[in-house]
């Protein structure tokens, strides 16, 4: 949970599928953006930019060293 009034308390899903990630809005106020672009429902690329409310995060991924694959965001937002 991120405590920021620009992102719903259930905001948006990351999702595994097979060997790549997915990013879901689930019908959020402010909606979800990748690389700038408002998306419903998306596949995820290493170093996209996703966007929650005020905050954006680079996703990244090694999913061709591993079947499972393994991914993590990183904040890219400035504090204030």
């Known amino acids: 949970v991120i405590p920021l009034d620009s992102i719903s308390r259930f905001h948006s899903k990351i999702l595994q599928r097979g060997s790549y990630f997915i990013v879901k809005d689930l019908n959020s106020s402010n909606g979800c953006f990748v690389n700038g672009d408002r998306v419903e ?31 993590s965001f990183a904040d890219t937002s400035s504090a204030s």
């Open 41 to 71: 429902e998306m596949m995820l690329h290493h170093r996209d930019r996703v966007t929650f409310g005020e905050i954006e995060f680079e996703f990244r991924s090694d999913s061709a060293s591993s079947t499972r694959g393994e991914s």
